[in-house]
């Protein structure tokens, strides 16, 4: 796996819709989703290919749970928009959901997975995914940043001592230690679970043929 193309954050806004033996729901769901992924893959063929493959991947995964029930889960429409690093980090440290809708959306998203992975995710530059915390995507940002040379480091730090509160100290310790926090970010995990190739044709949410 590599991630040394140029990367980009966005948030994904999408719908999707329950399909049964009776056909497809006439209501649609909604879920917030929040990606770090290659810049060359941000684009309305990138993002069908890669949204209605993590749908399929989780389709498979909930089949495989339940074999006799043959509903899936079908990706209707999407709208993607770039994440604000600077929000994120001129964040209070208060933990309301309206701080948190403003600075950290994230982290509202997270309290709402229920059949997902999760709700943030990394890309790697193949195309192959892995689910991230609410924290990972967070320091994430912060990381990316620092590489790219445009970190305001002392407000890095002052950020991570908000986001971990544990002790005064502790936004430095993360900082100083961000090299291997990173290491432990920065990767796809091996999986047992069933996982779509990048790039199958049709770009398809379901049926899972596995």
Known sequence: ???DKPRVFRAVELQY???THNGVSATTQDKRWFFELPAERD???GWTELLNRVFYDVNALLRKREPDDLAWLKLDTFKV???DTDQMMAWSGATEDEAL???LPWFLADRKVLWELAACYIVDDAGA?????????SELQLYRREAAGTLNVPAAIGFLSKLFPKTA????EIWNDRTRRLGNIDLIRPTRHFRRAVDTQPYISGPPAV
């Open 129 to 137: 995914y892995d689910g991230i915390s609410a924290f990972d995507f």
């Open 1 to 3: 796996m590599s991630f």
């Open 169 to 172: 100290t502790r936004g430095q």
């Open 17 to 19: 819709r329950l399909v």
């Open 81 to 83: 928009s770039p994440v």
């Open 43 to 45: 684009d309305e063929r």
């Open 101 to 103: 809708a403003l600075h």
